[in-house]
């Protein structure tokens, strides 16, 4: 999908939506493990982060972990 093409409302919905759908319901999920294990329910923000930049910016990921540019483009986020 060409993210280049959405316009800032849409920008806007996509990226709550992320959050509601993806970000929220595993950071709950963890909550509750936490109780058990002890242990951070504390989610990998960076590669969601990108996502979410991808989305705001309407510039896509180079779809690789690690390190190097996570935008097209040659962009870190």
Known sequence: MDLS???????????????EE???PQW???GSWN??????SQLDF??????????????E???QRG???DLKG????
Do not use: P
Request: proline content about 0%; glycine content about 10%; cysteine-free.
């Open 5 to 19: 093409h959405l316009n800032k409302k849409n920008k806007e919905i996509l990226a709550k939506k992320f959050i």
């Open 22 to 24: 993806v970000i929220l």
């Open 28 to 30: 709950k999920q963890l």
């Open 35 to 40: 109780k058990l294990t002890s242990q951070t």
């Open 46 to 59: 960076g590669y969601l982060s990108q996502h979410l930049v991808s989305l705001l910016s309407g510039i």
């Open 61 to 63: 990921g180079n779809n």
């Open 67 to 69: 390190k190097g540019d």
């Open 74 to 77: 040659g962009s870190e986020v």
